[in-house]
């Protein structure tokens, strides 16, 4: 069942950030109502917890979230028609940045309006029941909005308190202050949360449950990490599914392996895309745009033409050469379901002599290959500087895990596709890294194979197997980077594990020639630093201008 509410008549009544003053106090404010007359109904407290869900969709599935949680990291580099490369590469990254900004904006907007929910649900009208259930969603919420906080900007403002009207002030909070807070709201959830839920996206206690064990992982709590991971893979119903390529079908986006999503509707008219009369503060593209970010130029070569199951190229961003050789693609049946390397005639117009519909049009290929008089090839030295820095970035291996063919055209930007926020697969992979870090390299071998298996294509399955000698912590990597790849954690990754920067010194030069420790934060954006009154408390993190 698809997520319960997109229409957020009463949102704004209570979100803001933190210095300006908001205009959404007036433009969502249906008949003149109060937010404490709106608030104290059922129906419209109802109205705020479906909102606070709907922030959700500014960072998973968009282009600003791909580009802070992907982008800067071992697996990825510059497309050419990449509009933020100061994040993908650093280059002159600065308080600017219109993704930091528009980010930072509705994190902080998604924050005020858990804590009004958190403060007025007891005069909400609601039953008992249902405001324990509600303000367990809220508490859940604000703990996973905070996490996104203090990860990309460090010790940043923060509050569990609603702001109402203009503030010019803002604090500088440490950030074990920001994870004291997640871990009580956590506690909260996983107490007070339903077991499942009839409406497909909402929090259950199994998500609070998996987010936590990211969390303690992220603390270095590899004991509760270890345990609460084993609680998901064993104590549920949840299971992988057996083919690795399932995941990403279409048609069966609500599977076993999922544990939690943000959820975009078939019927686009429901999801996020600006509308001036029904979601005026909507996104300018609206649903999940995924489809497009990672597919590369095709449209203009020999026998080629823009359709729907090619995709829409918007040439974003590239692999990495490293990302691409983590794989053995004989023994692993994850390149082959994650990436595209060949594409067919779709146009006899453009199609060079002899070539028809469906022959293979253009090949690209992380190996050195002999040029092809039937069609184009573009191979490894062709895309890829011999240091492993972008050539072509606009000819490259495509992310197509998030392709979306049953769009209603070729140029349409919304795809309908749920984001996969936790699934099962990443227990495994906390659960194996809490594991070596508590010493114990043959359960953590354990979980890895668990997953490899799954991966293994038929006859390859002794390859895929690892042994407790193998695992250390960079394999781990490796190994998140070949399961995850793309889905939004790979910057928080490698800052977790303190292997940001080592890792893009070896594997990514197009961002090494860049990066600075500093880096290990995102800038706040300019115009909140503007905005304060109290710039000797809160400033600017340090080395950005």
């Known amino acids: 069942m698809k997520l319960f509410n997109k229409y957020i008549l009463f949102a704004g009544l209570a979100a803001g950030s933190l210095a300006a003053c908001n205009k959404q106090l007036e433009e969502y404010n249906p008949g003149s109502s109060t937010s404490d007359a709106v608030y104290s109904t059922p129906e419209g407290f109802e109205s705020l917890v479906n909102a606070v869900y709907t922030y959700n969709r500014w960072w998973y599935g968009k282009e600003n979230g791909y580009n802070i949680s992907e982008m800067g990291t071992d697996i990825w580099t510059s497309g050419t028609g990449d509009v933020y490369p100061d994040l993908t590469q650093y280059n002159n990254l600065q308080a600017s940045n219109g993704a930091v900004k528009n980010l930072w904006q509705q994190l902080y907007a998604a924050i005020n309006l858990c804590n009004a929910g958190v403060t007025r649900i007891d005069g909400s009208g609601m039953t008992e029941d249902k405001k324990k259930i509600r303000g367990a969603e809220l508490r859940f919420l604000r703990a996973f909005y905070y996490w996104h906080i203090v990860e990309t900007w ?3 403002h923060f509050t569990t308190t609603e702001t109402n009207g203009v ?6 909070t440490p950030v074990d202050t920001f994870y004291a807070q997640i871990f009580r709201d956590l506690d909260y959830a996983i107490a007070n949360l339903p ?5 497909y996206g909402r929090a259950t206690k199994p998500v609070a449950e998996a987010f936590a064990a990211r969390m303690y992982l992220t603390r270095g ?3 509760q990490a270890a345990d609460m991971a084993e609680k998901l893979i064993s104590g549920y119903t949840y299971k992988l599914l057996p083919k690795y390529s399932d995941l990403w079908r279409m048609d069966n986006l609500v599977n076993t392996e999922v544990i939690w999503a943000v959820n975009y509707m078939k019927n686009l008219v429901f999801d996020d895309r600006l509308d001036a009369t029904l979601y005026p503060n909507g996104h300018s593209r609206g649903a999940n745009n995924a489809h497009m970010l990672f597919a590369m130029k095709y449209d203009d070569l020999p026998g080629m033409q823009r359709d729907i199951a090619n995709m829409r190229p918007f040439n974003r961003y590239m692999p990495t050469l490293f990302m691409l050789n983590l794989f053995n693609e004989q023994a692993d049946a994850r390149y ?8 067919y005639c779709n146009n006899t117009k453009t199609a060079p002599a002899g070539m ?20 184009r090839i573009y191979d490894r030295n062709d895309i890829y500087k011999a240091n492993g820095a972008g050539l072509d970035r606009t000819r490259y291996i495509s992310l197509k895990k998030f392709d979306d063919a049953t769009r209603a055209s070729m140029n349409e930007e919304q795809s309908a596709r749920d984001v996969f926020v936790i699934r099962l697969a990443e227990m495994y992979l906390i659960a194996a890294e809490a594991q070596l870090k508590l010493n114990n390299t043959t359960k953590a071998a354990e979980y890895l194979n668990v997953l490899r298996k799954r991966a293994a294509i038929a006859g390859h399955e002794t390859e895929m197997e690892v042994k407790a000698s193998d695992v250390t912590l960079d394999f781990i990597l490796d190994e998140r980077a070949r399961e995850l790849v793309g889905e939004q954690l790979r910057w928080f990754d490698l800052k977790r594990t303190g292997k940001l920067q080592e890792r893009i010194a070896k594997y990514n030069p197009d961002a090494n020639a860049y990066f600075q420790s500093y880096h290990l934060v995102r800038p706040i954006p300019q115009d909140q630093i503007d905005a304060v009154t109290n710039k ?5 993190n340090p080395q950005y201008n």
């Open 167 to 172: 503030v010019t002030t803002a604090n500088r």
């Open 336 to 343: 082959e379901a994650s990436f595209k390397q060949v594409w």
């Open 221 to 223: 709590m590899n004991q």
């Open 195 to 199: 077991l499942t839920t009839s409406d």
């Open 154 to 156: 460090g010790n940043v």
């Open 356 to 375: 028809k519909l469906g022959d293979t049009a253009i090949y690209i290929s992380k190996y050195v290959l002999p040029d092809n008089p039937k069609y």
């Open 536 to 540: 000797d408390e809160f400033s600017q």
